[in-house]
């Protein structure tokens, strides 16, 4: 397979990119990452890059991720929102888990967020669901469905009693 040759193919997944934790916040619009390719207080945003920029961008389709290599001499993450408004991260001398644990509580969506977006999106945007709080009461709105036995009565050929009834 094409895809799994280079350093770490692991990286490339479908599985890996979907365990990704880091879902940004809907006013993050520019997420970047400024590091180093040598220097030890480097080290972690070098393995954050390496190893979660890819989940990051993954997860976050409509964010702009954005390295920037050998242009500081101290490492950072900084991030542009939708107000013109951006704020600086310190990733000085801290491992990859670290920061992912930082920008978790200080960029990323909530547990409770999460959830309440994915109950909307199942319920909402899947058009078999129908009932309360759907888009449809019943499944006879549905064009090309039979109509509701209730408001208009069956054909014949469609009611079991009239097929198996003795003649």
Known sequence: MPFMKGRAPVRRTLEYLNAGRLILKDK????????????????GARDFVFWNISQVQFKNPDVQVITFKN?????????????????????????????MDHLLKVLGKT???LDAETRMAESKDNPANFGYGCNRHCI???????PCPGTVPLPDHLRG???FAPK
């Open 28 to 43: 993050v619009r520019i997420f970047s990452v400024n590091y180093n390719t040598y220097g030890e207080h480097h080290a």
């Open 111 to 113: 547990k409770k967020q």
């Open 71 to 99: 242009m500081t001499p101290s490492p950072f993450i900084r991030c542009y929102f939708d107000d013109g408004r951006d704020m600086l991260v310190d990733i000085d001398s801290k491992d990859r888990h670290e920061i």
């Open 140 to 146: 006879c709105e549905i064009p090309g469905q039979v």
């Open 161 to 163: 009693k009239h097929i």
